[in-house]
């Protein structure tokens, strides 16, 4: 998707992998001066090494915080690519740049353009899973975690158009009364949990919570005893007196959740088919090794134009401030 199969195994066959890993990327932080930020749906061992670990809208403050002269984003595109956009002065890389997004991929520029342009005098509110191209055409970026907050802060007399996910989109509507136009893209993910399963779970497990992310689809939300963002949905395992969950997001959270509440069950939510469809298959393109090489030979690097960089950066200022 963004790069070659060439490039890709140029990146991770370079040489022979040191024994300690941990050891050698830890080593390599502090020669690069080097942040590792990681979001909840990596694997296990990415996580426990990275320096900070989060959903979209706390990495993106992360992001524009550190004094790292080196980011190391583990997570797909669109994040190492708002990385950049709030640092345009830092080296950041992505492990694999063939890390994307189904959900950004849906929304490609110029069809957008054309949407937009269908709906003239509409505030662009995108969420934050989205291409640098989508980002400079918004007023204002938002995520899971603020966006019902933003469009809660727009007069209500202003027309939006909502993108790319048609799921939060709607979620955001209904907890906000206001009419949005949506961006009829989505999360492959999130769209393959099964309502039938959960129930079948719910049955089996009486005594258990199901939790959902808003990019599911409303036939799994209305099952849901708690919905919000990734951290959201952290935060509230680890304050419920509940003792079992069903947990209807990519399943990399678990392990996070599991930390911190090691004497709490933790059940993914099955997808639809007898398959892995509830893990993102983006996010599990970044590997350990491929995080040591990429700190190693300072390469695959996020670069975009000033240009787009420039506009990109305005809606997600305003995101900023409005999360305050």
């Not at 640098?132 to 975690?145: H, L, N, P, V």
């Not at 990019?215 to 919000?228: D, P, Q, T």
């Not at 090489?293 to 995101?319: C, F, G, H, V, Y």
């Amino acid at each position: 998707m963004f790069t070659t199969a060439l490039a890709q195994r140029e990146n991770t066959q370079l040489g022979e992998l040191p024994l300690d890993l941990f050891a050698a990327i830890e080593s390599l932080k502090k020669e690069l001066n080097a942040v590792i930020l990681a979001h909840y749906y990596q694997e296990p061992d990415i996580q426990d090494i990275a320096d900070f670990i989060g959903d979209s809208l706390q990495l993106a403050k992360a992001a524009e915080k550190t004094n790292a002269d080196v980011i190391v984003f583990a997570g797909v595109h669109f994040m190492a690519e708002t990385a950049k956009i709030l640092n345009p002065d830092k080296l950041v890389l992505l492990p694999d740049l063939n890390a994307g997004c189904s959900l950004a991929d849906s929304c490609p520029p110029d069809e957008f353009a054309a949407f937009k342009a269908a709906h003239p005098n509409h505030l662009v509110v995108s969420y934050i899973n989205c291409s640098a191209d989508i980002k400079a055409m918004s007023d204002i970026i938002c995520t899971s975690s603020n966006a019902v907050k933003i469009v809660q802060q727009i007069p209500k007399d202003q027309p939006i158009i909502f993108a790319p996910d048609r799921n939060l989109g709607r979620y955001v509507m209904e907890q906000t009364g206001r009419d949005l136009v949506l961006w009829q893209g989505s999360c492959v993910v999130h769209e393959t949990f099964s309502e039938k399963k959960i129930v079948q779970l719910k049955i089996a497990h009486p005594e258990a919570e199901a939790i959902a992310h808003p990019e599911c689809e409303s036939s799994v939300l209305r099952h849901a005893s708690f919905i919000g963002s990734t951290a959201a949905l952290l935060k509230y395992c680890q304050n419920s007196p509940t003792k079992e969950f069903i947990v209807a997001t990519e399943p990399g959270i678990i392990h996070q959740m599991q930390k911190l509440s090691p004497d709490k069950r933790f059940i993914p939510a099955p997808p639809m088919n007898n398959c892995a469809c509830n893990e993102c298959p983006f996010m599990r393109l970044n590997t350990l090794e491929k995080l040591y090489w990429a700190m190693k030979n300072r390469t695959p690097e996020i670069t975009m134009s000033e240009d787009i960089r420039l506009a990109a950066l305005r809606p997600m200022q305003r995101m900023l401030e409005m999360s305050v």
